[in-house]
């Protein structure tokens, strides 16, 4: 029978006096109760019982919290095959569920990976949330679990390794599916590489092949032992084949020319050679001429030397002459002195 003293019970206020003050539903804190000759974990879920508005009393209904160790087991062992921890506290931070056997339901929770302060700040802050240990070995994700007026709050602490296995797993077959990639894909370059190399080959032998062959042609030509009568094979209509053709239309071209130009050079090499007979013919003219102007220039030269005698021997006359004449003038004046003597002297 429950008394007012039990009721009045401090332990008792959240199966009694809770549902009457709040007019909800309440579920007490768990504690140990002894039942028969074993202790169980037990809470209570009080129900308010309403009439016109009025709460009149309660429903309470106590249950035994033994189901939750089994429920966290098989949480502990399908979570990374049991390598973690998972505890469940209440709001007080007592033990409600431990996968842990050491550790005895009611006492007080001590974390491996955290410190008191930071589960209290996570049990009262109410969200979920996941923190690493210290030594970044540990990672505990906190989840709240509201019920009724409480809230328990569920850890689960996991190992690095346990943690990151699936993704080190995925990570080094991402790694060596990559290394198998990469090494397919430098066989499968290298394999293009080596066929495009073979190809660029054939076709720059089969375009350089034609241009050799002008040039082959080009340096005969520029080397002068070039033979203008061939011709090369045009076997396309591409620029190759266009430049052959070109080539051959120039050749003939200059083949006529050439053909042209030897035609005229036997004219002039005749032309020529009939200028030559006629020097010849005019440089035995020209000498004839020479050899006949030096008779004459000696010729000229005795008769300037006769004349020279001339002079000399005219003015030689001249002196003569003019001595004569002198001579001639005396004796006319002697004969005219003589004469007129001779009148003087006949008319005496």
Known sequence: MLTKQIQNAMENAERFYCPLASGAACVSTPRLTQVGEAQHLTSSLSLPIEVDSQVIGFLGIDLQLTQLAK?????????????????????????????NTDIAVGSRYKSQVLNADQITDLMFGEQAETLWSADNQWLTVFSPV??????????????????????????SIISQQLSD??????????????????????????????????VTRLEDIASGEGDLTQRLDVKSQDEIGQL???????????????????????????????ANQTAIATRESSEAQFREVDLVATASEEMT?????????????VEAASTA????????????????????????
């Open 71 to 99: 429920t966290v087991l098989d949480s502990d062992s399908s979570l990374f095959n049991g390598s973690g921890h998972v505890n469940i506290i209440s709001l007080d931070e007592s033990v409600i569920a431990s996968d």
């Open 146 to 171: 509201s019920i009724a007026n409480q809230t328990w709050g569920v850890f689960f602490d996991m190992p690095r390794d346990s943690v990151l296995h699936d993704a080190i797993t995925l990570d």
């Open 244 to 274: 052959a053709k070109q080539f051959n239309a120039f050749l003939a071209k200059l083949q006529t020319t050439i053909q042209q130009v030897a035609v005229t050079t036997e004219k002039i090499s005749g032309t020529a050679e009939s």
């Open 325 to 348: 004449n002198e001579s001639a003038s005396k004796v006319k004046k002697w004969r005219s002195s003589q004469r007129a003597k001779w009148f003087v002297w006949l008319s005496r």
């Open 305 to 317: 030397q006769t004349a020279a005698l001339v002079v000399q021997n005219a003015e030689v006359a």
């Open 181 to 214: 990639g990469i090494v397919f894909e430098v066989i499968v370059g290298a394999g293009f590489v080596l066929v495009g190399l073979i190809i660029i080959s054939v076709m720059s032998s089969r375009l350089v092949k034609p241009i050799r062959e002008v």
